[in-house]
């Protein structure tokens, strides 16, 4: 977590999916995943993170939180596109 901490994204995804290939039932690594993700804005890929870490530990109330909230922030995304399109600015 220390890249994703010093603001290097990549590199922390790339390090906690390799933690996620040695233990691909770690809850937590997956929930990390995906808040780097949302930093990335990236909310399909967070998204489905969180659904897995969900899918892991159903008692995770804050893992079903995070996909509620990505989802509206993927809705809130696309209609912010869809506005560019519209006024011709993307």
Same mark, same amino acid.
Request: charged share 30%; glycine share 6%; with cysteine.
């Given at each position: /977590?220390?890249? #994703? /901490?010093?603001?290097?994204? /990549? &590199?922390?995804?790339?390090?906690?999916? +390799?933690?996620?290939?040695?233990?691909?039932?770690? !809850?937590?690594?997956?929930? !990390? %995943? #995906? =808040?780097? =993700?949302? $930093? @990335?804005? $990236?909310?399909?890929?967070?998204?489905?993170? =969180?659904? $897995?870490?969900?899918? @892991?530990?159903?008692?995770? #109330?804050?893992? %079903? !939180?995070?996909?509620?909230?990505?989802?509206?922030? /993927?809705? +809130?995304?696309? &209609? %912010?596109? $869809? +506005? %560019?399109?519209?006024?011709? &600015? #993307?």
């Amino acid at each position: /977590m220390v890249y #994703g /901490m010093m603001g290097r994204y /990549m &590199e922390a995804i790339a390090s906690i999916n +390799r933690a996620i290939d040695i233990d691909p039932s770690d !809850h937590q690594a997956w929930m !990390h %995943r #995906g =808040f780097l =993700f949302w $930093r @990335l804005e $990236r909310w399909y890929d967070a998204c489905a993170s =969180f659904k $897995r870490a969900a899918a @892991l530990c159903p008692e995770d #109330g804050y893992a %079903r !939180h995070c996909i509620s909230v990505t989802a509206e922030e /993927m809705k +809130r995304s696309k &209609e %912010r596109s $869809r +506005r %560019r399109s519209v006024r011709g &600015e #993307g």
